[in-house]
């Protein structure tokens, strides 16, 4: 899945934080990765507790296969899923 | 397809502009909608000459087809593919 946020600057390193925990971090604010069901009940959970409903907003993508998702990047390439974060 | 943009402030702009072209704002940073082959090198040819790629980044996420994609917002929804930007 491919998780974009866009939240306050006050509270991007909290919510960098609990991404990191679950996915790849790919872009400035682009994470990345495949998570079961439950982690990724677990993390909109953690999520729904930093951030302001009103103000942030954290959008998600899953497709059933990772296959079926082609990534491209333009410009700078901060890594994919490989690297060590 | 998806598209991620972050951009230095002073080419948002034009970035935005480019992007509303072909896609629809979804999130602050974040477009959607479905292009053919041809619309999308023309989106990344356009976006070549805007971005700094020593800087900016552009990622972009295509699925062979859109009914596999789910997605999901948590916090401020700016609105999907059936709002008029």
């Known amino acids: 899945m491919i998780l974009v946020y866009d939240t306050a600057v ?3 390193p909290k919510v960098l934080k609990t991404c990191r925990k679950y996915l790849h ?13 439950a982690q990724f009940r677990a993390l909109m959970a953690a999520l729904k507790t930093t951030i302001d409903p009103d103000y942030d ?3 998600t993508y899953a497709a059933r296969s990772p296959d079926m998702i082609e990534s ?3 410009g700078v390439d901060l890594g994919g899923p490989g690297d060590i974060l």
Do not use: A, H
């Open 57 to 59: 907003s954290i959008v």
């Open 25 to 37: 971090w790919t872009q400035r604010s682009v994470f990345q990765g495949e998570l079961s069901t």
């Open 72 to 74: 491209s990047t333009l």
């Open 10 to 12: 006050e509270r991007n």
